[in-house]
């Protein structure tokens, strides 16, 4: 009987134990703002740079004015993004949110980025082998006007338990055919950090 009872205990405290270590979790909806935990560089941040700086290049005059010029929308690509801060910051997630904002402004069209690019002619030049009559044409691709590049800067200034983090991000605009800068911006995030102070 000792040995059942002492099993029942076990479970029970095995039981509390899950309970209490079990982890509260939030979700967040696409573009709602997420909850700033720790001060650093997070998605509400990338999001807000990205839609701010994407709508300043676009209603830039030389953006504006290429439809008139040419007869259609620009083509626009995104480059390399550099993190040039002290911190890790995925500039894959950077780059992406720079298309999303593109794309949707509806004033400039966008295209598959160069691995993109590399499966798709793979996929064509399989498609023309096994697949002819209905095979797309290697030679059809829509070229990019511009090319927007950008790079991610940090700076920390603490003292005590205070610190204000820092965050820019730069971008240009860069006609492929000629190098010329058409646009550029910035965007800066500054953010004021109190550690609690340490319990005795």
Not at 26 to 53: F, H, P, Q
Not at 117 to 133: G, I
């Amino acid at each position: 009987m000792k040995k059942y009872a002492v099993i029942f205990v076990a479970c029970i405290a095995f039981s509390l134990i899950s309970c209490s270590s079990t982890s509260k979790v939030t979700r967040y909806e696409d573009g709602a703002d997420v909850k700033d935990i720790s001060g650093y560089w997070n998605e509400n941040d990338i999001r807000m740079v990205c839609e701010e700086l994407i709508s300043g290049c676009v209603a830039s005059p030389k953006v504006a004015g290429f439809k008139t010029t040419n007869g259609r929308d620009p083509v626009a690509i995104v480059g390399k993004i550099s993190n040039k801060s002290s911190e890790h910051i995925d500039t894959a997630m950077v780059a992406k949110r720079f298309q999303t904002a593109i794309i949707n402004s509806g004033v400039m069209e966008f295209v598959a980025d160069s691995e993109q690019r590399l499966e798709l002619r793979a996929e064509k030049v399989d498609q023309a082998e096994n697949a002819y009559e209905t095979a797309k044409s290697i030679g059809n691709e829509l070229a990019a006007d511009f090319m927007l590049q950008g790079t991610v800067y940090s700076h920390v200034d603490s003292e005590g338990r205070e610190q204000v983090r820092t965050y820019q991000v730069d971008a240009q605009l860069i006609d492929i055919e000629s190098n010329k800068i058409l646009w550029q911006g910035e965007k800066t995030i500054s953010k004021y950090i109190k550690k609690p102070a340490a319990k005795l």
